[in-house]
Structures are given as C-alpha cells and as structure tokens.
C-alpha cells in the first residue's frame, strides 16, 4: 500500500538555526498538509497546500514557517529560525480529494535545544 | 466558540466494548473523522460520518446526530492491541476544509 515517507525521522538543532522537514506523499494526491503535536498534546493543524499554493493555514503558521513543494514528488517545511517551542512531532498527511481521509507519514521529531 | 470534546481517558476489558464520544462545535461542518494513533506513531484514519447515522467498519462503528451536535466511536471486542489514543477531528469553519483534532481519548484496555 502506498504511503506517506518523511525524513528525517529525528532531528536535533539549535536555537535560531533553520530547519527543513522533508515530506513524500502519495503520488496520486493532490492535497498536502502538515501537522504538528507537542508531547503528550492534540495533533494542531499547521497548513494545507494544494495546486502549487498555500489553501489554508492556522494561526500556528507565521512567517517563521513556509512550505514548498520544489518538484513533483517533495513536499518541505521550513522553519528559518527555530525556538524551543518549536519542540514537537511534525506529521506530514496527504489525500487526494479536499475532504477524504488524511493519510500521514511517519513524523519527524524535532528537537529545538 | 469552537471546540471538538472528548474525554481524556477510557479504560475497558479485553472483549468489552466501549464508546467514546464526542461533542462538537462549528460554523461550518463536512462530518466527523475518527482517527486512532498509537504511542510514537502516526495517525491513521478509523471512519468518517457525512449524514447522520451509523458506519460500521469491522469491529469499529462510527456514529453521527448533527441535530445534537455529537458523535462516538464505537469498539467492540476489545483486543490489547486497540490500547492507543482516539481522536474526533472536523473542519471548524464555513469554507475551512482542513481538519481540526479533538485532544484525544487514551483507551487503556486491561486483560
């Protein structure tokens, strides 16, 4: 069965340093998202992206994050200059119609010291 | 406000069933989505209510009332291995597709 891969699994940066988070969804999908969950906390909606362009995001998003999708099989999150709050499980999901069921990879852990 | 309600915590026998539940409110609202995650792992979807009523997926059954604004999530035949956390997720705005998850109930099944 297809799936969602994301690399890397763990990821370990300094304060104010930047970070991007890589993502492959499924190939047939059309519709991207990422998620966030801080330890032991609810899964938090960061943005979704489709056609190329950002469709949605929460107020988690601010400037310090932007997405890309720089080919037709990756999927990134930029942090450009991280905090300790920043600290959390980042998922990254993908279906392939606006409401059917998000698919999610694995997560990457990052850890912000 | 919005909000997406479910209790924290549940604990249940190996074969019991249990219910967990989950109130909700919205401007804008698509259905309810089930998703279970197990301790370390991702996400990964159970079932969705668009119209009120019951789905069944196996020993999992999902249910919707739009009038009351709630829905549950339905186990049956408890195994050890459904031990893991549950959460209810919706769309919380008129025109906002993308989902927000409820904080989740941790199922402890005990033998």
């Known amino acids: 069965e297809p799936e969602v891969t994301q690399t890397p699994s763990h990821q370990v940066t300094q304060m104010g340093q930047e970070v991007i988070l890589r993502c492959v969804p499924i190939?047939?999908?059309?519709?991207f998202y990422w998620y966030r969950q801080i330890l032991g906390q609810k899964v938090e909606f960061l943005v979704s992206f489709y056609n190329n362009e950002i469709s949605e995001k929460s107020e988690i998003f601010d400037d310090q994050f932007s997405v890309e999708r720089p080919d037709g099989s990756n999927f990134t999150l930029k942090i450009r200059s991280t905090k300790l709050e920043d600290s959390a499980m980042y998922f990254c999901?993908?279906?392939?119609?606006?409401?059917?069921?998000?698919?999610f990879g694995n997560g990457t852990r990052l850890t912000v010291t | 406000g919005q909000s997406l309600e479910q209790p924290s915590e549940v604990t249940a026998v190996e074969g019991a069933i249990v219910q967990i539940n989950c109130t909700y409110q919205t401007s804008g609202f698509y259905g309810l989505s089930w998703y279970q995650q197990h301790d370390g792992g991702a996400p990964t979807f159970l079932s969705y209510n668009g119209l009120d009523g019951l789905e069944e997926t196996g020993r999992f059954s999902s249910f919707l009332s739009r009038s009351d604004s709630y829905g549950y999530l339905l186990l049956q035949e408890l195994q050890m291995k459904d031990s893991a956390s549950y959460f209810c997720?919706?769309?919380?705005?008129?025109?906002?597709?993308?989902?927000?998850f409820g904080s989740g109930t941790r199922l402890q099944v005990q033998p």
């Open positions: 997720a919706a769309n919380m705005d008129t025109g906002r597709r993308a989902l927000t």
């Open positions: 999901a993908s279906s392939d119609r606006g409401n059917s069921p998000l698919h």
């Open positions: 190939s047939n999908h059309l519709y």
